[in-house]
């Protein structure tokens, strides 16, 4: 009888390409003709391949999950029972067993990744199993007041130049704007001075390549906007509107809808309504948001609104819905982490996620569409 490690190459391609993105680390383990092949050009695209026939006829959405400071891959599908909506796929775990992750961000396949102590950066293809640890000086002692994005500069069709953005805006003297260069390994600072400000515990969301946040007014607490980080200009743009205008106290969150467009999630912290609203063009200068709101729920029957600073959300368009990650609602701080599933009709329902090692540590989600770059 054939074995495995026998096979002709071409067969053992076919064969191992139906193997999911976190078993790739075990299939390199097994052998050195398979770690070969694994890591080959013709095998990652018939494998990446095959894995979004699959996705796509299981109306499955891929999502990397931050959780008690590790990285996850889980699939989505809501069109399945609640009990099998959430499937994890497994630990991402090409950073080693002792990194502990306190902040993730994804753009065009690639992670980029914070140390729980926000002391070190690092660059991930978790689909390659590729790092690359970022050395950064840092002039002020807030480590924990630093804002990060990942994103790039489009030379060509084919050619995309990865950039990292770190800044600091705590005050007059303690605010610094610095961006690196992965192809030059190099930092550079960047001569920023906003009459906006971004909160340190706004996560912005990466799209074609630029950062979006939210932001407001310098002084007091006036109007909220949005503000594009234009990694081809290396500025920030002009501010873009929102649908809606959140008070101090409401929930707001953003998201990416297909790598093509942004949602913006609002729950009024009075009335407990939660509204969707997804983009229909958006561009580092520009904005236009679709006329009728994606949905609109009363959320009085859940008695909770979710975390101000904290849930993170995607949608499907298909069936309308939300997924919100959060923890579960109590009087006193949970330990446990949820995912909220609700409909445009106001129904919902919540998937445990299990236990969390520390009850002010929430779960986090972005989308995730693995990359054959290497840097």
């Known amino acids: 009888m054939t074995k495995m490690s026998n096979l002709p190459k071409d067969l053992a391609e076919e064969v191992l390409s139906r193997v999911s993105l976190t078993s790739l680390r075990n299939v390199r383990l097994t ?20 894995q979004a026939i699959v996705a796509a006829k299981e109306k499955e959405f891929m999502m990397v999950l931050m959780m008690d400071f590790r990285v996850y891959l889980i699939r989505v599908n809501v069109h399945n029972d609640i009990e099998s909506c959430i499937k994890p796929e497994g630990e991402l775990i090409s950073l080693g067993d002792e990194v502990d992750v306190s902040q993730v961000f994804h753009c065009d396949g690639l992670l980029l990744c914070i140390t729980e102590d926000n002391a070190k950066v690092v660059l991930w293809n978790p689909y390659w199993g590729q790092t690359r640890w970022i050395e950064s000086t840092n002039n002020f002692h807030k480590l924990d007041m630093y804002t990060y994005a990942l994103g790039y500069k489009k030379s060509s069709k084919s050619s995309r130049s990865y950039k990292i953005l770190r800044f600091i805006d705590f005050s007059p003297t303690c605010s610094e704007f610095k961006i690196y260069n ?27 390549g630029n950062t979006y946040w939210f932001a407001r007014e310098r002084r007091g607490y006036g109007r909220t906007f949005l503000v594009c980080f234009d990694f081809t200009r290396e500025r920030f743009r002009s501010r873009l509107p929102l649908p809606i205008q959140p008070c101090v106290l409401d929930t707001v969150s953003l998201s990416s809808v297909r790598e093509e467009q942004l949602a913006v999630l609002f729950q009024c912290s009075s009335t407990l309504e939660m509204q969707i609203w997804v983009t229909t063009k958006i561009e580092p200068n520009a904005v236009l948001w679709n006329s009728k709101v994606f949905l609109a729920v009363d959320m009085h029957s859940l008695k909770f609104q979710f975390q101000v600073r904290a849930s993170s959300f995607f949608i499907d368009e298909e069936k309308r819905v939300v997924v919100v990650f959060d923890k579960e609602k109590r009087y006193l701080a949970s330990s446990r982490n949820k995912a909220y599933i609700v409909g445009v009709d106001g129904t919902w329902e919540q998937v445990d996620l299990g236990m969390s090692v520390d009850k002010f540590v929430y779960p986090l989600v972005c989308s995730y569409v693995p990359s054959l770059v290497h840097f």
């Open 182 to 208: 992965i192809n030059s390994d190099s930092w550079k600072v960047l001569d920023v001075s906003p009459d906006w400000k971004i909160d340190s515990y706004i996560r912005g969301v990466s799209l074609k």
């Open 31 to 50: 052998c050195k003709d398979w770690n070969t092949l694994s890591k080959g050009e013709s095998f990652a695209k018939n494998h990446l391949g095959y």
